[in-house]
């Protein structure tokens, strides 16, 4: 069985294996920083901050069968402070025109911007390689507890949710506008930045230009990478714009990445939840059930949910399968949220 649950102490060995498939600010390959990331997520679930900026949530996707974690998720409550401000790039257009010459250019631009009320962020998405293209759709369902625990506890994350997205990157793993710009205004690699930025970004309003940054002058390379993603990240793209998610005309001002953006009411799967009571004493039809990601109450998660079939009844009530009840030793009735998958 495949779950769906908050992040515990027990799976720093799990995240830091997952860390080193891909680079992430939010979980950096580092045993000491994701273990302090676990602490703050446990206790985001339990005792929430009103500051939404201190409080991250970890979601992991279990095989109980072999007791791993094959995939995590997060939601940082609020992205963009007064102490550390979201950053972007405005992608932009300019024109020139002399009528001496009688000659005309429209110009692409970049120029840096910075929120100090930022949105809600999802990302950290990592999912084993040998997870990919499951016929449970596992990738797709760790994305989406995202949205399932949004819809069950809307109060805890602001009204705007937002993403950033991976672009391409050269064969060495570096940014082509990273090199074309980022490099030679902050003497650093790529990845350098990236580590520094985690802790503190006064770098980049110091040192980064503050005008408008002409992509005419910029190798075609770099050009070309503006607002597009990697071949990996093309599904997760396409994912979020199926729910509502669209471009803004912003990118990260380090590596060019897309930024979407969607209301958390109007994100599909929270605008079509499904409440209701789950109970054991109706019958269970499968040709009428709905395929859903189902949040439940146990004892022994903060948080725990699973990608099942559900009946909805006309009386507000749901039943599902008796064999995945007494699997999970769950206590029925009990109040639950769904959202279709």
């Given at each position: 069985?495949?779950?769906l649950r908050s992040v515990e102490k027990k799976d720093l060995?799990?995240?830091?294996?997952?860390?080193?498939?891909?680079?992430?600010?939010?979980?950096?390959?580092?045993?000491?920083?994701?273990?302090?990331?676990?602490?703050?997520?446990?206790?985001?679930?339990?005792?929430?901050?009103?500051?939404?900026?201190?409080?991250?949530?970890?979601?992991?996707?279990?095989?109980?069968?072999?007791?791993?974690?094959?995939?995590?998720?997060?939601?940082?409550?609020?992205?963009?402070?007064?102490?550390?401000?979201?950053?972007?790039?405005?992608?932009?257009?300019?024109?020139?025109?002399?009528?001496?010459?009688?000659?005309?250019?429209?110009?692409?631009?970049?120029?840096?911007?910075?929120?100090?009320?930022?949105?809600?962020?999802?990302?950290?998405?990592i999912l084993d390689p040998g997870s990919r293209n499951h016929?449970?759709?596992?990738?797709?369902?760790?994305?989406?507890?995202?949205?399932?625990?949004?819809?069950?506890?809307?109060?805890?994350?602001?009204?705007?949710?937002?993403?950033?997205?991976?672009?391409?990157?050269?064969?060495?793993?570096?940014?082509?506008?990273?090199?074309?710009?980022?490099?030679?205004?902050?003497?650093?690699?790529?990845?350098?930045?990236?580590?520094?930025?985690?802790?503190?970004?006064?770098?980049?309003?110091?040192?980064?230009?503050?005008?408008?940054?002409?992509?005419?002058?910029?190798?075609?390379?770099?050009?070309?990478?503006?607002?597009?993603?990697?071949?990996?990240?093309?599904?997760?793209?396409?994912?979020?714009?199926?729910?509502?998610?669209?471009?803004?005309?912003?990118?990260?001002?380090?590596?060019?990445?897309?930024?979407?953006?969607?209301?958390?009411?109007?994100?599909?799967?929270?605008?079509?939840?499904?409440?209701?009571?789950?109970?054991?004493?109706?019958?269970?039809?499968?040709?009428?059930?709905?395929?859903?990601?189902?949040?439940?109450?146990?004892?022994?998660?903060?948080?725990?949910?699973?990608?099942?079939?559900?009946?909805?009844?006309?009386?507000?009530?749901?039943?599902?399968?008796?064999?995945?009840?007494?699997?999970?030793?769950?206590?029925?009735?009990?109040?639950?949220?769904?959202?279709?998958?």
């Amino acid at each position: 069985m495949y779950i769906l649950r908050s992040v515990e102490k027990k799976d720093l060995a799990d995240l830091f294996r997952l860390s080193q498939l891909q680079v992430f600010i939010n979980l950096p390959p580092d045993e000491e920083l994701i273990s302090k990331k676990i602490e703050s997520s446990i206790q985001a679930f339990h005792r929430p901050s009103q500051n939404f900026y201190e409080n991250y949530y970890i979601f992991v996707l279990e095989d109980t069968e072999r007791g791993q974690i094959l995939g995590v998720s997060m939601i940082h409550a609020q992205h963009g402070t007064e102490i550390e401000p979201h950053f972007y790039l405005t992608v932009g257009q300019e024109s020139k025109f002399s009528q001496t010459i009688n000659t005309g250019f429209v110009h692409g631009t970049l120029k840096l911007g910075l929120e100090f009320d930022g949105p809600t962020e999802i990302g950290g998405l990592i999912l084993d390689p040998g997870s990919r293209n499951h016929p449970e759709k596992l990738g797709k369902q760790i994305s989406f507890v995202r949205f399932l625990y949004m819809a069950n506890k809307p109060e805890r994350f602001k009204p705007m949710i937002h993403s950033e997205l991976m672009p391409p990157l050269d064969k060495n793993g570096n940014s082509p506008l990273w090199e074309a710009v980022g490099r030679r205004f902050l003497n650093m690699n790529y990845h350098e930045a990236d580590i520094l930025s985690r802790n503190n970004k006064e770098f980049i309003l110091s040192l980064f230009p503050s005008e408008n940054i002409y992509q005419t002058l910029l190798p075609m390379e770099a050009r070309e990478s503006i607002g597009k993603v990697g071949k990996e990240t093309e599904p997760v793209k396409k994912m979020l714009e199926s729910i509502g998610f669209k471009y803004t005309n912003e990118v990260d001002p380090f590596d060019g990445g897309p930024h979407y953006r969607c209301p958390l009411k109007d994100i599909k799967p929270i605008k079509n939840k499904i409440t209701g009571v789950l109970i054991t004493n109706k019958s269970f039809n499968p040709q009428a059930a709905r395929d859903v990601i189902l949040s439940l109450e146990h004892p022994n998660h903060d948080f725990l949910a699973i990608r099942t079939l559900v009946e909805v009844h006309g009386d507000g009530q749901l039943s599902m399968d008796p064999k995945i009840i007494s699997d999970l030793g769950l206590k029925l009735p009990q109040k639950v949220v769904a959202i279709p998958f």
